[in-house]
């Protein structure tokens, strides 16, 4: 195992929570997620070890980044939803529920899945960003571009608008964040980080996200939200006595850029079908 990893690795996960899931130098957890998954995929510095950082000051302001979006999530998942416009599923079953707050459009979906016993494996399949699934199997879309552990990574995205050239690169981190035994905040992704260089330029990372401005937590969440200025997204995942209760939330920034916008919100139609259809995939 690489050493400059396991220095990373280590703190990252016991300040995260997830010190008992990592696969160590054995090439096994060391609790039950064993029997749960007996093939246990290869850890991520090991299948992309181009990409794995040995910074640690990188490593740690990554993870400040996403406590306070893992923090904020749980916040606007505990605000109220009646001044929440709900239209139906195709199915009729389900709820979604939208608001627009300024320039942010917030939508929510909840779901839940029947026996506690299948938290382990909902958190399996929502923090899942395998590159080979298919569309309507993921949620966390982008191009892997740092690996900090196997539950802190960086995705890049291109700008899509055809009417700027030249084309410009996206990043956000994505991250699974265990609150509590019985609750978890996968983030995919935080919103965008401060990067404006274009598709050639290299990039650096650790500027990248010190210079990226902390989302505020000590005030109210929705007002919080219209200072974020970007997208957000993630799920609240709690396991409850008999079941589970997923929380998803897709807050969209509208930059007057419609282009950007009409994607946006197509990619988070196709994420609402995705959840809708994870129950059956249990």
Known sequence: MNKGYIKIALPLLSLAGYTQNV???????SDVTINANP???KPLFEEFPELTCEDLDEALVALDHANDASEFLIKLSETGIDDYSTHSTENGDKIIYSKKIGNMDIGRLHLTIPSASNYSNVL??????????????????GKLARVYCNYLIVLEKLSIDP???????????????KKSNDTTVIICPSRALNYLGQIDDETDMKEMLENTQSIETDIDPEEALTKLGTNIAGFVVKKGDDNVQVTYINAIYDSSNSTDF???KKERGLAYTNILNLAQRI
């Open 23 to 29: 696969t160590f130098a054995t090439g096994h957890p």
């Open 39 to 41: 093939a246990p995929k």
């Open 124 to 141: 399996r399949k929502l923090w899942d960003f395998n590159h080979n699934k298919k569309p309507n199997e993921k949620f966390i879309n």
């Open 163 to 177: 009417n700027y050239t030249p084309l410009t690169k996206k990043y956000a981190l994505a991250a699974r964040v």
């Open 262 to 264: 009409t994607n946006d």
